[in-house]
């Protein structure tokens, strides 16, 4: 069976940076692409970003230029680097792991992360 295990969440300033985590057990991580959500309390889950095993790449348009999502095969780890964060980032961030299907339709992705808690304080 294999798990996401998140981390690196936690408080930070707005226009501080966090990095967080997403490693692959009991899997390998190139055959997935990676992708990250976020659910802000009492909204829906939204599409952050994703990069494929092949090395592309897509953000949402709120995230462009401050997010960057990027794949380490050797630690079996995907990463979100959260930089110039704001208020509105403030979320539980999610990755998942998805083999075939649309990239922007949750129920596609095969596997979930726990979910680690990003909050940005004023």
């Known amino acids: 069976q294999v798990q996401l295990v998140e981390s690196g969440g936690g408080l930070v300033q707005a226009g501080g940076s966090l990095r967080l985590s997403c490693r692959v057990i009991g899997g390998t991580l190139n055959s997935y692409a990676m992708g990250w959500f976020r659910q802000a309390p009492g909204k829906e889950r939204t599409f952050v970003g994703i990069m494929w095993n092949g090395g592309s790449f897509s953000y949402q348009d709120s995230v462009k230029g401050r997010f960057t999502i990027s794949r380490d095969s050797a630690k079996n780890t995907a990463y979100l680097q959260m930089n110039s964060l704001k208020l509105e980032d403030t979320a539980v961030y999610y990755c998942?792991?998805?083999?075939?299907?649309?990239?922007?339709?949750?129920?596609?992705?095969?596997?979930w992360g726990q979910g680690t808690r990003v909050t940005v304080s004023s």
């Open positions: 998942a792991a998805l083999k075939n299907g649309e990239y922007l339709n949750q129920e596609d992705y095969d596997l």
